[in-house]
């Protein structure tokens, strides 16, 4: 039976593990994070965070609003265990989506070809599972099991006191 406009077709069991992902994050590799925050600030943001060391991806980042609830990541290499490298020609080089169970999300990445890298908890995050799979084209996509409510909590917590109008 083929689905007419107003009836939508039936989910599929990798349709159903998306469920509850919403999309929060462009990635971007930096050089230099504050040159980077404020040229990122004052051509969009209203309001951005203070660094975050991510100690076990061996970054830095900070987060830029650019609209309500959507982010520009700026990630720095803080060390030298950070493999950021080849993407500082590209400069962004992920999406991150928010997720309601980790597990399922990966799921269902995973079921259309994507490999998964470790999972980590993430200072960036309050703390929150996150993790990176990638694509056979190289393309990344972030996982991060937290609520978008929960990271507006931490993200207003968490403000630069170097804000832009």
Known sequence: MTPTPTEPAPLTQIDQAMIGVTPHHIGCAVRDLESSCSFYADCFARRRTHPFAVESQGVSVVFVELVPHFYLELV???????????????????????????????AGLKARGFSALPS???????????????NSE????????????????????????????
């Open 138 to 165: 190289h393309q990344l996509i972030e996982l991060a099991e937290i609520s978008p409510s929960r990271f507006d909590t931490f993200f207003a917590t968490h403000q630069s006191t170097e804000q832009r109008p």
């Open 120 to 134: 980590f908890p993430s200072e960036a995050f309050d703390g929150a599972s996150c993790q990176f799979l990638i």
């Open 76 to 106: 720095h290499a803080a060390s030298d265990t950070a493999r950021l490298g080849p993407y500082l020609k590209t400069g962004f080089y992920h999406l991150c989506f928010l997720v309601d169970c980790l597990e399922s999300a990966r």
